[in-house]
């Protein structure tokens, strides 16, 4: 059994770095054809796809947030990290990583992954 586990702070000051781990247990990161993924869910909207590193180490992310994003990975700690940077209130959201396979590449449909983690709240406040 895939389980994964977010950790990181819940509160961020404005124009600081968001940074989050999820940690993998019950596989590992590198196994062929899976996709790990970052995704989050702001007060009363939708999912938003944010980005994800292949089991290769190849990274993919959001058109509108690339410029802020950063996603890499500790093979030897089996975990993901995602770093978004520049933060404003409107990143204030549950954060979600999670595995998918490359249909799940830019995909907010969660019948594209098959294992969540349960979600952290990341509030951006001063």
């Known amino acids: 059994q895939v389980q994964l586990q977010e950790s990181g702070p819940g509160l961020v000051k404005p124009s600081q770095t968001l940074s989050l781990t999820c940690i993998v247990s019950g596989g590992s990161i590198t196994t062929s054809a899976y996709y790990w993924t970052w995704m989050r869910q702001p007060p009363g909207k939708g999912l938003e796809w944010m980005g994800a590193?292949?089991?290769?180490?190849?990274?993919y992310y959001s058109p509108s947030l690339k410029s802020r994003t950063s996603i890499s990975r500790d093979t030897s700690k089996n975990q993901f990290t995602l770093q978004l940077s520049s933060v404003t209130p409107e990143d204030t959201a549950v954060y979600y990583c999670?595995?998918?396979?490359?249909?799940?590449?830019?995909?907010?449909?969660?019948?594209?992954?098959?294992?969540w983690g349960q979600g952290t709240q990341v509030t951006v406040s001063s």
């Open positions: 590193i292949g089991f290769a180490g190849s990274t």
């Open positions: 999670a595995r998918g396979t490359s249909r799940s590449l830019y995909n907010m449909d969660r019948d594209a992954y098959d294992y």
